[in-house]
């Protein structure tokens, strides 16, 4: 037995590693992440980012089906993408076992929604289990991946930012070895056409009754007293610290099924029960379902009393035990005090800073008045802020090729797609054959870092299939690469682009190709600076206000000055500045360019 | 067993989680238990960023009410302000950090502190003392040394901390120590 300081992600892939897991998979999302990475650390596995979380599902789910003990990995809308053979992968059950992680955002620190994942447990059929801290997410990981192997089904495992970002001490043992599949061949089970199906249906109805059964052992009691609170996942540490005593509480590791025998047990000689847990009424529509049948006349609180919307806090849950066991208690008063706002930004030298400056001002120069920025999920998001404010809509992975689609369908204006390499690999190229299949006249943007930036420099494929020799075999005919550094030439290809897309009403697409700068920073210990000749500076306010490097800051008059901890030499500020008061200090590292470019 | 809350506040970039990671490693070295709560989507370079560090009897992963707050940026301080009451002491670096955002006007250190009049703050020009030392990316240092002095020392064995940190990292916390003399809280 060991004990560290472990991330509620790392605990996670210790969990799975004592439980034998042999094949991981996943697609990079916050706060999932860690997970794959942790388990990246153990070669006598088979552990891969896939291109997309469907990809990831079904690489995980095929190999549990010849008994190999398999994790998927993936953010709470990273499961929406694999929902399909989610559905599937309930009806045919597995051999080994198979654990989907699904970690959720509650707050939405880093998503689009905060969608409750544990309706897809109700709607698949599919067990959930909810961890409530790092040493419970390492233990029920063990025990999910029993509990698959035991019934032959998949379980999800449901965790979220306060539990996959927390770090706190863990005791966990050794990994034992992986467990690997051997094949065998069962299409009457594993074939879904409508006859297997339907007897496929039949099998999982009755799997989803022991379920029912084997899921008791999850849940927990303690205390006492008539009055009772049911907390589901990390709602239990917030009601276990601030909870008077006198009071019984349910924890529920397991949110779905619930056990029938265990809530009539947990429900008698209660007057009256709340119900805490996070985002949706999951466990209380059960809870409220179950009592109405069996006939317990008590109040059963829950989202009357627990907001529906954003992660728990410990004022908003204190608020909740107190009003339901009658104490007064004021929550506290927010602060409003005017604080200036601060935003997430682009790193100092990141390539897609520049390419949203050659974007706006090649497509210009094309004669495209005006246009609409449809765009997609990754660093580049923060494209929608000021100055730069182009991402008109980003709404899922892949959005960006879709609904220019729907945008030039409707108004006739020709739009502007952004996406980024690994975007581009995860779901966009179906979209963009479809953009050439139905003739779209769209400028798409590729901003090809080479690494899945957003999540912490994973690996993008783009690294191993050239993007501009896709988008030629997918049929599109203009296909240009540019540096978006080097400003006056982007410009001009981007204008030429544009002007072609308009002329001949069909895609045009340009790869705006460097590497992210984390990973040119890693890769030298002293790097060039650039700094402002103060002479020729005008203090026109053009390289911190419209470019907006966070190492370019004003001073006093107006002029600008370079932080030179923050600077990392890139030089891309040099051709923004109208008055060529920027150069490089300093000397260019050996392999600078090749790093940049590779 | 004392309970103790922390947050820490600062810039994405400023080593906030860092510094978060040192506090519970040591704690857990002094056989407390810790943890500690991150947010960082988008790896959150120069937005707003803040940890809940909690030790002791714990349960729940976020602060109600912080016993200190550390900011290593002025105004992250005030973002904070509503984990804090007026016994929390605010451990503030004298340093405003523009947001990237274009034209948006920041409060001076002076409007600052004028804000923050009725809190118990010590304010500290972290990176000075860091540069001084010599390593000027050492303010989550000097910021920890001050922790350490007001308080963190009751829960956390001071050689344990330091057997974490490299011989750099070691000196600025020194001459974090040593600036002490020279504060008052307000």
Known sequence: ?598 | MEKLDILIAGVGGQGVITLGKIIATSALLSGVKALVAETHGLAQRGGAVNVHVRLGNVYSPLIKKADFLVALEATEALRNLSYTDKETILIVNERVERSVLPRVKMLSLDEIKERLKEYRAIYIPAERVAIDSGNPRGANIVMLSLLMEFGLKKLIDEDKLLSLLDEKNKRVYLAGKESITFLRIR
């Open chain 1, 1 to 598: 037995m060991k004990k560290s300081l472990l991330l509620g992600n790392e605990a996670i892939a210790f969990g799975a590693l004592k439980a034998g897991v042999g094949i991981a998979t996943g697609y990079p999302g916050t706060p999932s992440t860690e997970i794959i990475e942790t388990l990246q650390r153990f070669r006598d596995r088979y552990v891969e980012w896939s291109v997309n979380e469907k990809v990831a599902f079904e690489t995980a789910y095929g190999a549990s089906i010849t008994g190999a003990y398999s994790l998927v990995a993936m953010k709470h809308v990273g499961l929406n993408v694999a929902s399909d053979p989610l559905m599937s992968s309930s009806y045919t059950g597995v051999e080994g076992a198979f654990v989907i992680v699904s970690a959720q955002d509650p707050s939405m620190w880093s998503s689009q929604n905060e969608q409750d994942n544990r309706y897809y447990g109700l709607m698949s059929l599919i067990p959930v289990i909810e961890p409530y801290d790092p040493q419970s997410a390492y233990e029920l990981t063990v025990k999910a991946f029993y509990l698959s192997s035991k019934v032959h089904h998949p379980v999800i495992l449901s965790t979220n930012t306060r539990i996959s970002h927390v770090r706190g001490p863990v005791e966990y043992e050794e990994p034992i070895p992986p467990i690997f599949g051997k094949l065998q061949k069962k299409p009457d089970k594993y074939s879904l056409v409508p006859d297997v199906a339907r007897r496929d249906r039949q099998e999982q109805l009755k799997r989803w009754e022991l379920i029912q059964q084997e899921i008791k052992e999850f849940n927990e009691i303690e205390g006492d007293g008539r009055k009772l609170i049911i907390a589901s996942g990390v709602a239990y540490s917030y009601v276990k610290e601030i909870l008077p005593e006198s009071v019984r509480i349910l924890r529920l590791s397991a949110p779905v099924p619930l056990n029938r025998e265990q809530i009539i047990k947990a429900l008698e000689d209660t007057d009256e029960a709340l119900i805490v847990e996070e985002l949706e009424p999951i466990v209380e529509m059960q809870i409220k379902s179950i009592a109405y049948d069996e006939g317990f006349r008590i109040r059963i609180h829950g989202k009357d009393y627990v907001p529906r919307s954003g992660e728990l806090t410990p004022d908003i849950v204190e608020f909740a035990i107190k009003k339901f066991l009658g104490i007064y208690y004021e929550p506290k008063t927010k602060v409003e005090e005017y604080v200036p706002p601060r935003p997430p930004a682009m790193c100092p030298g990141c390539p897609h800073r520049s390419s949203f400056i050659d974007i706006k001002r090649g497509i210009t120069l094309g004669g495209l008045s005006q246009t609409f920025f449809s765009g997609d999920i990754g660093c580049y998001s923060l494209g929608i802020l000021p100055p730069f404010q182009e991402q008109d809509s980003l709404t899922n992975m892949g959005s960006s090729l879709g609904i220019a689609n729907g945008i030039f369908r409707a108004t006739g204006t020709i739009p502007v797609a952004i996406i980024g390499d690994s975007t581009f690999f995860h779901s966009g190229l179906s979209a963009l054959a479809n953009a050439v299949y139905n003739n779209l006249p769209v400028l798409v943007v590729v901003l090809d870092n080479r690494v899945t930036a957003m999540t912490g420099q994973n690996p993008s494929p783009s690294r191993e299939i050239d993007i501009a020799n896709v988008a030629k075999g997918l049929g599109v005919e203009y296909v240009k690469e540019i540096d978006p550094f080097n400003l006056k030439e982007s410009t001009k290809i981007i204008a030429d682009a544009t002007n072609w897309v308009k002329q001949n009403k069909k895609p045009a697409l340009i790869i705006a190709k460097r590497a992210c700068a984390l990973e040119v920073i890693d890769k030298f210990d002293k790097l060039p600076i650039a700094e402002v000749d103060i002479s020729k500076c005008t203090g026109c306010t053009i390289c911190y206000d419209y470019f907006t490097c966070p190492a370019i800051i004003p001073r006093e008059d107006k002029k600008a000055f370079i932080d030179p901890v923050l600077c990392i030499g890139c030089g891309a500020c040099i051709p923004i500045c109208p008055y060529s008061a920027i150069s490089l200090k300093g000397k260019i590292p050996e392999g600078w360019d090749e790093v940049w470019r590779s």
